[in-house]
């Protein structure tokens, strides 16, 4: 069993930055693939970001890639996400998840991922 916190979002002008952290409870951690999530006010939830056990390996969806860069520290159980150059578009409830099942593979469905945080609002300004 793990659960996830997040933090670090808030209301940031375009073309800003923010750090999202996602602190884990348990001692597996090291063991769950992890990704983020974020989901806009009548979208369905979408893949960002994720990162296999090691943190050896991400991977990113097109519309974040080279501006958002996820990581994670295993020995104080957290991720983070970094986001920059941060658009309009990317205004949203950002989750957290630990895929409980394969260590070394980033899925980007939700459905491959057993546990979620509460989630944190990111909203950008124009």
């Known amino acids: 069993q793990v659960q996830l916190e997040e933090s670090g979002g808030g209301l940031v002008q375009a073309g800003g930055s923010l750090r999202l952290s996602c602190a884990a409870s348990?001692?597996?951690?090291?063991?769950?693939?992890m990704g983020w999530f974020r989901q806009a006010p009548g979208k369905e939830r979408e893949f960002v970001a994720g990162?296999?056990?090691?943190?050896?390996?991400?991977y990113y969806a097109d519309s974040v890639k080279g501006r958002f860069t996820i990581s994670r520290d295993n020995a104080n159980n957290t991720v983070y996400l970094q986001m920059n150059s941060l658009k309009p578009e990317d205004t949203a409830v950002y989750y957290c998840?630990?895929?409980?099942?394969?260590?070394?593979?980033?899925?980007?469905?939700?459905?491959?991922?057993?546990?979620w945080g509460q989630g944190t609002q990111v909203t950008v300004s124009s």
């Open positions: 998840a630990a895929d409980g099942r394969i260590m070394s593979r980033i899925a980007t469905m939700s459905y491959a991922y057993t546990y």
């Open positions: 348990g001692r597996t951690f090291s063991r769950y693939a």
């Open positions: 990162i296999i056990w090691s943190g050896d390996n991400t």
